[in-house]
Antibody
Framework: QVQLVESGGGVVQPGGSLRLSCAASGFTFSTFGMHWVRQAPGKGLEWVAFIRYNGHAEYANSMRGRFTISRDDSKNTLYLQMNGLRGEDTAVYYC????????????WGQGTLVTVSS | EIVMTQSPATLSVSPGERATLSCRASQSVSDNLAWYQQKPGQAPRLLIFGASTRATGIPARFSGSGSGTEFTLTISSLQSEDFAVYYCQQYNSGADFGPGTKVDIK
């Protein structure tokens, strides 16, 4: 069965960096687009970034230039490198698999919490 | 960016009753609209995509309709496990979520 397991969250100071990972299993990882979606405490969902099967990446405006999404198909792993972190980046970060190349998500990980605080 | 709005913010419903949730897009998204259910402490679960297609394993009491800018999620007879927050999401251009509708017990 499909599994997505995020890791790498934690507490980081403003201006700091963190790299999230998402280990995928149960499907042919290299053929699907993958996304990061975040949810601030008590708030709604916000799309962060997307990477196609061919490596093409797109970002939400507020993350562009600070966050980098990447993938290692040999390890079935998705990454999110986050630099210049701000308080408003505090959230649970989910990785999600898209379906049929469209940006809706049929499987989600359990999420990893990132807290930006001094 | 496409702005998604949902109404009402909270919907109080008795078990067995029908629930109707609305979602509006600031510009046409065709039928590129998905609905998700989220329970506390859990990841969202895909219910509907293509505005009206149920995802795998989703009960028939969930149905979606609409196109363009106006969409509806209907839960025909609420079960105890359906009390949750529901989000709509457009994927016609990028990906934007609505703020959610909380369905709670009346």
């Amino acid at each position: 069965q499909v599994q997505l397991v995020e890791s790498g969250g934690g507490v980081v100071q403003p201006g700091g960096s963190l790299r999230l990972s998402c280990a995928a299993s149960g499907f042919t990882f290299s053929t699907f687009g993958m996304h990061w979606v975040r949810q601030a405490p008590g708030k709604g969902l916000e799309w962060v970034a997307f990477i196609r099967y061919n490596g093409h990446a797109e970002y939400a405006n507020s993350m562009r230039g600070r966050f980098t999404i990447s993938r290692d198909d040999s390890k079935n792993t998705l990454y999110l490198q986050m630099n210049g972190l701000r308080g408003e980046d505090t959230a649970v970060y989910y990785c999600a698999k898209d379906l049929s190349g469209a940006s809706y998500y049929d499987y989600w990980g359990q999420g990893t919490l990132v807290t930006v605080s001094s | 960016e496409i702005v998604m709005t949902q109404s009402p913010a909270t919907l109080s419903v008795s078990p067995g009753e029908r629930a109707t949730l609305s979602c509006r897009a600031s510009q046409s998204v065709s039928d590129n609209l998905a609905w998700y259910q989220q329970k506390p402490g859990q990841a969202p679960r895909l219910l509907i995509f293509g505005a009206s297609t149920r995802a795998t394993g989703i009960p028939a009491r969930f149905s979606g309709s609409g196109s363009g800018t106006e969409f509806t999620l209907t839960i025909s007879s609420l079960q105890s496990e359906d009390f949750a927050v529901y989000y709509c999401q457009q994927y016609n251009s990028g990906a934007d979520f609505g703020p959610g509708t909380k369905v709670d017990i009346k």
